[in-house]
């Protein structure tokens, strides 16, 4: 962490927001008069630009408050909006889930709430929150934590297991402070299959060679098949082999056959082994429970992962009984060559299915917070902003220097970090298509900031955002990103009469509600863990509307550290509003 000290001038009289604690009035004459807003949002997608498609707010909480007589009384607010979904082409896909507020003078107000959310292609999941206020003997305290569980937004594009925000505020005593923070253990950014389906792409039109080399640049391997390229051109191998025998089964050619299948059990594996038992779709990821929040946030909350396993569907049965060997010969060429086909479509099907489990990218353990303390001394207060990033990964393969990132890192390091990741996607997706190797640019642990006066007052906005993957779809979509040159694994898996699993099928069904559009056809964007913040101050002194403010810098704040320094807006937001909660506290509690 890297603290900052408050300025002196903004935090002095700054009532921002920092939680529902409305209703009080100071006494004293403020040293200034000043507005501020926080925003945190745990996952934001946006299709076309600026979302006008399609744009999808989960856990988004967001706090106001004033003591400028311009804006009216003074005021605060905690505001938490479990979900919000707007379409500016598609209006009748608007939703908002009703928000959760407390406030208080007084006694507690508490609520807990497990809001009923959509189950549709544009959203599923669970969400859960508690809010408290409450001032009493031992102070003015607010708190507020929501957590989600199974989350599917866009059509599958963006899949989180389980995650928390956390905002808590308090003033007593000889301080007070004031948090917010964003914890998602796990989360799939880009889901493979989504985001070729939503280009126009379907991972069953691929063909065979793409698929295996999909695969391994993903790190993806099948149940008991540790290189599935191998297992196929085995396999492939042996089919010729047979097809150039007919009647009955001999010895010789069962033994040859047993020989090139080794590495899958031989003959006998092939209806009793590994490849009998792949699973043929699907699972759907994995799943979590509702993590158990309190009326105060805090501690760490752990979160169960269960793999949610789905029964093997579309498998054809193998001409040979199961406890077939070469030492017990029975049946036909044509037997054995049904079988060889059947165990092709089943590796061919499984793979397609492990791939349709597999994230693009996902990140783990992504933490955002923002933490202040505020005294009676401006320059004993602190405030600091955090963020980090535990992992992150292209399919099942971590990319290389990027795990344990943290926002006290030097530009060059993230800036590294994230064209990393960028090559490292790029790469896989360039197997599918050329054109398809810079669609997604990735941002991490990214700070925006503006400083500047406007008049008598000082404008401040501050962003911190853990991670943001921004995708520019090139000209031509659908039909022309697919290799007219090869067969398509669909046509080889109808040859082999091996049932075709369905892949994607939810953005299909989100495309279907656009109207037909294709969903990913316009500029889009993944934010994960963003925390904003925006304040005005006006020192009392300066009071004529458009005169100069004496002091006040306009240029950028004071800061510490190097390149990734913590933004002093943190400092305005919430130092100035724990500051100016202890003052009011002072006059409720007399």
């Given at each position: 962490?890297?603290?900052?000290?408050?300025?002196?001038?903004?935090?002095?009289?700054?009532?921002?927001?920092?939680?529902?604690?409305?209703?009080?009035?100071?006494?004293?004459?403020?040293?200034?008069?000043?507005?501020?807003?926080?925003?945190?949002?745990?996952?934001?997608?946006?299709?076309?630009?600026?979302?006008?498609?399609?744009?999808?707010?989960?856990?988004?909480?967001?706090?106001?408050?004033?003591?400028?007589?311009?804006?009216?009384?003074?005021?605060?607010?905690?505001?938490?909006?479990?979900?919000?979904?707007?379409?500016?082409?598609?209006?009748?896909?608007?939703?908002?889930?009703?928000?959760?507020?407390?406030?208080?003078?007084?006694?507690?107000?508490?609520?807990?709430?497990?809001?009923?959310?959509?189950?549709?292609?544009?959203?599923?999941?669970?969400?859960?929150?508690?809010?408290?206020?409450?001032?009493?003997?031992?102070?003015?305290?607010?708190?507020?934590?929501?957590?989600?569980?199974?989350?599917?937004?866009?059509?599958?594009?963006?899949?989180?297991?389980?995650?928390?925000?956390?905002?808590?505020?308090?003033?007593?005593?000889?301080?007070?402070?004031?948090?917010?923070?964003?914890?998602?253990?796990?989360?799939?950014?880009?889901?493979?299959?989504?985001?070729?389906?939503?280009?126009?792409?379907?991972?069953?039109?691929?063909?065979?060679?793409?698929?295996?080399?999909?695969?391994?640049?993903?790190?993806?391997?099948?149940?008991?098949?540790?290189?599935?390229?191998?297992?196929?051109?085995?396999?492939?191998?042996?089919?010729?082999?047979?097809?150039?025998?007919?009647?009955?089964?001999?010895?010789?050619?069962?033994?040859?056959?047993?020989?090139?299948?080794?590495?899958?059990?031989?003959?006998?594996?092939?209806?009793?082994?590994?490849?009998?038992?792949?699973?043929?779709?699907?699972?759907?990821?994995?799943?979590?429970?509702?993590?158990?929040?309190?009326?105060?946030?805090?501690?760490?909350?752990?979160?169960?992962?269960?793999?949610?396993?789905?029964?093997?569907?579309?498998?054809?049965?193998?001409?040979?009984?199961?406890?077939?060997?070469?030492?017990?010969?029975?049946?036909?060429?044509?037997?054995?060559?049904?079988?060889?086909?059947?165990?092709?479509?089943?590796?061919?099907?499984?793979?397609?299915?492990?791939?349709?489990?597999?994230?693009?990218?996902?990140?783990?353990?992504?933490?955002?917070?923002?933490?202040?303390?505020?005294?009676?001394?401006?320059?004993?207060?602190?405030?600091?902003?955090?963020?980090?990033?535990?992992?992150?990964?292209?399919?099942?393969?971590?990319?290389?220097?990027?795990?344990?990132?943290?926002?006290?890192?030097?530009?060059?390091?993230?800036n590294q970090a994230a064209a990393a990741i960028q090559s490292a996607v790029g790469s896989v997706l360039a197997a599918v298509n050329a054109n398809l190797a810079s669609l997604v640019k990735v941002d991490v642990l990214k700070i925006e900031k503006v400083v500047g006066s406007a008049g008598a007052y000082?404008?401040?906005?501050?962003?911190?955002?853990?991670?943001?993957?921004?995708?520019?779809?090139?000209?031509?979509?659908?039909?022309?990103?697919?290799?007219?040159?090869?067969?398509?694994?669909?046509?080889?898996?109808?040859?082999?009469?091996?049932?075709?699993?369905?892949?994607?099928?939810?953005?299909?069904?989100?495309?279907?509600?656009?109207?037909?559009?294709?969903?990913?056809?316009?500029?889009?964007?993944?934010?994960?863990?963003?925390?904003?913040?925006?304040?005005?101050?006006?020192?009392?002194?300066?009071?004529?509307?458009?005169?100069?403010?004496?002091?006040?810098?306009?240029?950028?704040?004071?800061?510490?550290?190097?390149?990734?320094?913590?933004?002093?807006?943190?400092?305005?937001?919430?130092?100035?509003?724990?500051?100016?909660?202890?003052?009011?506290?002072?006059?409720?509690?007399?």
């Open positions: 962490m890297r603290p900052i000290r408050l300025l002196a001038a903004v935090a002095a009289g700054s009532l921002l927001a920092a939680g529902p604690l409305a209703g009080f009035a100071s006494a004293a004459d403020p040293a200034g008069v000043g507005t501020g807003t926080v925003s945190a949002t745990a996952v934001r997608v946006d299709l076309g630009a600026n979302g006008d498609l399609l744009s999808i707010r989960v856990l988004g909480d967001d706090g106001s408050s004033t003591i400028d007589p311009i804006k009216g009384a003074r005021r605060s607010s905690e505001t938490l909006r479990p979900l919000t979904i707007s379409s500016k082409r598609i209006p009748a896909l608007d939703l908002s889930v009703p928000a959760v507020a407390t406030t208080s003078t007084g006694a507690e107000d508490k609520r807990a709430v497990e809001p009923a959310v959509p189950n549709q292609a544009a959203f599923s999941g669970k969400l859960n929150a508690i809010a408290s206020s409450v001032v009493d003997g031992a102070g003015a305290r607010a708190a507020l934590s929501a957590g989600l569980a199974n989350l599917k937004l866009a059509g599958g594009l963006v899949h989180v297991p389980t995650g928390l925000v956390q905002v808590s505020s308090r003033a007593a005593g000889a301080e007070a402070s004031g948090s917010r923070s964003i914890t998602i253990p796990d989360i799939r950014v880009l889901d493979l299959s989504a985001v070729l389906d939503g280009l126009g792409l379907k991972l069953t039109d691929l063909s065979v060679t793409q698929l295996l080399t999909l695969l391994r640049s993903l790190g993806v391997t099948l149940p008991g098949i540790a290189d599935p390229a191998a297992a196929v051109a085995a396999l492939n191998t042996a089919i010729d082999t047979v097809k150039a025998q007919t009647g009955a089964l001999t010895a010789e050619l069962c033994a040859t056959v047993d020989g090139l299948l080794a590495a899958l059990g031989g003959v006998t594996g092939l209806v009793g082994g590994a490849v009998n038992s792949l699973p043929q779709v699907p699972t759907g990821g994995a799943t979590s429970t509702l993590p158990a929040i309190g009326t105060v946030p805090g501690g760490n909350v752990v979160l169960p992962i269960v793999n949610n396993v789905l029964p093997g569907l579309g498998l054809k049965a193998a001409a040979l009984p199961t406890n077939f060997s070469c030492s017990n010969l029975t049946g036909t060429v044509q037997d054995l060559l049904t079988t060889v086909q059947s165990a092709l479509g089943k590796v061919l099907a499984g793979g397609l299915a492990q791939l349709g489990d597999t994230a693009l990218l996902s990140v783990k353990d992504v933490k955002v917070s923002l933490v202040a303390t505020a005294t009676d001394a401006v320059d004993t207060s602190v405030a600091d902003v955090t963020a980090s990033i535990g992992q992150v990964k292209v399919g099942n393969l971590a990319v290389p220097g990027v795990s344990g990132l943290d926002l006290a890192a030097p530009v060059a390091t993230l000082t404008h401040a906005a501050s962003t911190v955002t853990a991670l943001t993957a921004t995708l520019t779809p090139p000209a031509t979509l659908g039909a022309a990103l697919i290799d007219l040159t090869a067969v398509p694994t669909s046509t080889v898996l109808g040859t082999l009469a091996t049932t075709v699993p369905t892949i994607a099928p939810v953005m299909g069904q989100l495309e279907a509600t656009l109207g037909g559009l294709q969903a990913l056809s316009g500029p889009s964007s993944v934010t994960i863990g963003q925390l904003t913040g925006d304040a005005t101050f006006r020192p009392v002194a300066a009071s004529v509307p458009g005169q100069a403010v004496t002091g006040v810098p306009t240029g950028e704040l004071p800061r510490t550290g190097g390149d990734a320094a913590l933004p002093a807006m943190a400092a305005v937001v919430l130092g100035g509003a724990a500051l100016a909660i202890r003052r009011l506290l002072r006059i409720a509690t007399i």
